[in-house]
């Protein structure tokens, strides 16, 4: 919803067409945040370990998967363009992501620092949470309000630099429910 009480665009088609009964764990932008997270944290397990060659070359095939970035994949945050492979990995650990979701779930942090999270996770992981629609990076404060609420522009105003905020409300939504999934890895 948005701070009027009115419902997106889409969402409001969505109420629609399922007569006002629409739980917002069916809509289709729930469920499509829900799957990228799941996709992106399940891209960046390890490959697990098998015996024989021809084991690791079936592991391997059926491991590989279906792109999970779009052709602009090739285009990072930093302008380099470097790191950046075939779309098929994740250039960050499932322990990174999960670290990620954690502090970014509803009710914690509204923003993150850039600089101070590539000095923990390194830029090339960062930037691959960027070029996987997970995060969004922004160069400076808006000039004007979004749309959210006060409490996510003054938390941008706090941090110095560029910031990293979840792509949409509802990939912040959905990390929660994610996390809730994962709580097994998250404890490790």
Not at 58 to 77: E, K, M, V
Not at 83 to 90: C, I, K, L, R
């Amino acid at each position: 919803m948005t701070d009027d009480g009115a419902l997106p665009r889409p969402l409001a088609g969505e109420f629609i067409n399922n007569e006002g009964d629409l739980n917002i764990l069916d809509s289709s932008h729930f469920l499509q945040a829900h799957a990228l997270l799941n996709l992106q944290l399940i891209h960046a397990l390890p490959p697990s370990k098998s015996k024989s060659t021809d084991e690791e070359d079936d592991q391997r095939r059926a491991s590989s998967g279906f792109r999970i970035y779009s052709p602009l994949r090739n285009s990072a945050p930093t302008g380099t363009g470097a790191g950046v492979d075939d779309g098929n990995s994740a250039e960050f650990t499932v322990t990174d992501l999960l670290k990620v979701m954690e502090r970014l779930a509803p009710g914690k942090e509204e923003a993150l620092s850039y600089f101070a999270l590539c000095r923990e996770m390194g830029a090339l992981a960062v930037d691959g949470m960027v070029r996987g629609r997970i995060l969004e990076l922004r160069w400076s404060s808006t000039v004007t309000d979004e749309g959210g609420p006060r409490s996510v522009l003054e938390t941008r105003k706090e941090i110095v630099g560029p910031c990293l905020v979840p792509t949409t409300p509802v990939i912040k939504f959905a990390m929660g429910k994610v996390l809730e999934e994962w709580k097994d890895e998250v404890k490790k």
